[in-house]
């Protein structure tokens, strides 16, 4: 098996709307590994990239919600958020 080059690593919330673009974009540009960390969608963002994921192994979902009724930056931890996705990632 071959060990992936890339990586991408995503923080999304509520993006339905451009998440069908973006995935299609990454996977046309031969990207080794897309990894998801969503903060709690509630637009169907969550379920479109379960899908996704069960059927293409490069592209991995995991799931932290962010607190109830908190705006973005508040309460968010991006960087306790993007440190996990590097320690999920494998290149």
Known sequence: ??????????????EIENIKGLVENLLAADIDEILFLDG????????????????DQRIKLYEWPQPAGSAYRKDFNEVGRRNFLIGQSTS
């Open 1 to 14: 098996m071959n060990v992936p080059t890339v990586s991408a690593n995503i923080l999304v919330l509520n």
């Open 40 to 55: 709690g969608s509630e637009d169907g963002t969550t379920e479109y990239l379960k899908k996704l994921s069960d059927g």
